[in-house]
């Protein structure tokens, strides 16, 4: 969950954070927008969890903070809202979350008694050009999923399976395999167990492909950087399985990449043994950095030996060194501290993500909770869910997220008791046309 922002204080926007977050999408779309040559491209995106498509719709693709500004602008209903489509230039025709269930992994080379199951989401996938699956490296399950899916989809394609008369026998769906934002020796061993890829190349064949997409942090909020890891998976690889290494190296990148956007961070400290390993890996990128910054400097240098220019070894004095947005930082080990997660969370934000679950800063909840009048008949089976963003876009949601519960009742009363008494000034008099416009832009939504 995302750290409260204390209501007596107002979040401090980074203004690099509007760069990085362009600079993430920028990724995002240079790896997915469809080849040039194909005019009716069209791709299907298959994600391992629901954290990943909420993450690269809403945070990478999208804002979610101008979303959360927009809804309420428009004055959206809740379901109208929480529909964000993905961009035009890219394609899909439609996303979905698989998990590991029992259909999804017991399954063979050839095709078994389940098979009329998975036809119908076959079938979708045989109708694209392109079929994306978006995987985390620490998530070898999952991985082995993908593998399976796409070895059932390419079976059933050389068996001459075709749901969609549209297609043409000469063309062929394609499968990337996306890794977010690494790929890792253990799902690469697993692909090639599943004879997915082999030894010799990151593809078995022209309609496999695999590829990395180094999206690590993420701008949740204006002062909030996720990158978006499960805990418990990242806890066990480092704790329980002692191989710390792919998180160590993720984090060190992520800082790296932190500290290329708001400047150099002259003061950095750690708590635990693994925040060590963290520094000390980043202080080795950034050694490798620089090595490779003078090497680029060097051959420069040979370009200008014929106008005798010397060489010093040093940067151009003209260009001054960016000073650093952020003063100072500290690493914290989990491990430090196991039993704080474990306590109830008394503030606002707190208590939702316990109950409800917050993950990339959204929740995923009934649209009975927001309009209970309008959805009294339906059963819990019937309703429809709404994914909401949790962000200081919200005014009223920015003033009592980090907001103990025990006072949040009395605030919303004097939030009330206010409006009411603006509403009573408001209505005794006339008004003109700017204070009538005023009024009702102030209105909580």
């Known amino acids: 969950m995302a750290p409260a922002t204390p209501p007596s204080s107002s979040p401090t926007a980074l203004p690099t954070l509007e760069a990085l977050r362009q600079f993430n999408r920028s990724l995002a779309m240079d790896a997915m927008l469809p080849p040039l040559e194909y005019s009716n491209f069209r791709q299907r995106l298959i994600f391992t969890s629901q954290g990943l498509e909420t993450m690269l719709l809403r945070h990478v693709l999208n804002d979610a903070w101008k979303d959360v500004v ?194 150099t961070i002259s003061k ?39 106008e005798g220019k010397e060489f010093s070894g040093k940067k151009d004095d003209s260009t001054p060194s960016m000073s650093s947005e952020i003063e100072a930082m500290l690493i914290i080990d989990r491990t430090v501290d196991l039993v704080t997660p474990m306590l109830t969370p008394l503030t606002y934000e707190g208590l939702i993500d316990d109950i409800v679950g917050v993950e990339s800063g959204h929740i995923n909840i009934e649209l009975s909770t927001i309009e209970p009048e309008e959805y009294e008949s339906e059963t819990s089976d019937q309703q429809e869910k709404v994914i909401i963003a949790l962000n200081g876009g919200d005014s009223l949601y920015a003033e009592v997220r980090g907001m103990s519960v025990e006072k949040i009742g009395s605030f919303l009363q004097d939030q009330a008791k206010a409006l009411r008494e603006s509403h009573a000034n408001f209505t005794n008099r006339d008004k003109s046309l700017s204070e009538i416009h005023k009024f009702v832009k102030h209105i909580p939504v």
């Open 70 to 263: 927009s809804a309420k602008q428009k004055k959206k209903s809740s379901k109208s809202s929480s529909v964000i489509p993905w961009p035009r230039e890219l394609r899909v025709v439609g996303s979905r979350v698989i998990s590991n269930n029992a259909n999804e992994v017991n399954v063979t080379n050839g095709l078994d008694e389940d098979e009329e199951e998975h036809r119908d989401a076959l079938s979708m996938d045989q109708c694209v050009d392109a079929v994306c699956y978006f995987v985390r490296p620490n998530d070898p399950i999952m991985t082995r999923v993908v593998a399976k899916k796409i070895k059932r989809f390419l079976a059933l394609q050389a068996r001459g399976d075709r749901y969609n008369g549209k297609r043409q026998k000469d063309e062929t769906t394609k499968h990337n395999i996306i890794f977010i934002p690494h790929t890792s020796a253990i799902c690469e061993a697993v692909l090639r167990e599943e004879e997915v890829i082999d030894n010799s190349s990151n593809n078995i064949s022209e309609h496999v492909t695999m590829m990395e997409l180094p999206i690590d942090l993420v701008p949740l909020d204006v002062d909030v950087l996720s990158m978006e890891m499960d805990p418990a998976t990242t806890l066990r690889e480092c704790i329980i399985d002692n191989i710390p290494f792919n998180t160590v190296q993720s984090v060190a990148a992520s800082l790296v990449k932190l500290q290329d956007a708001v400047g």
């Open 268 to 306: 950095v400290e750690g708590l635990g043994s693994l925040s060590e390993k963290v520094i000390q890996k980043m202080m080795d990128l950034k050694v490798e950095d620089y090595d490779d910054e003078v090497a680029l400097m060097l051959e420069a240098s040979r370009d200008k030996d014929d």
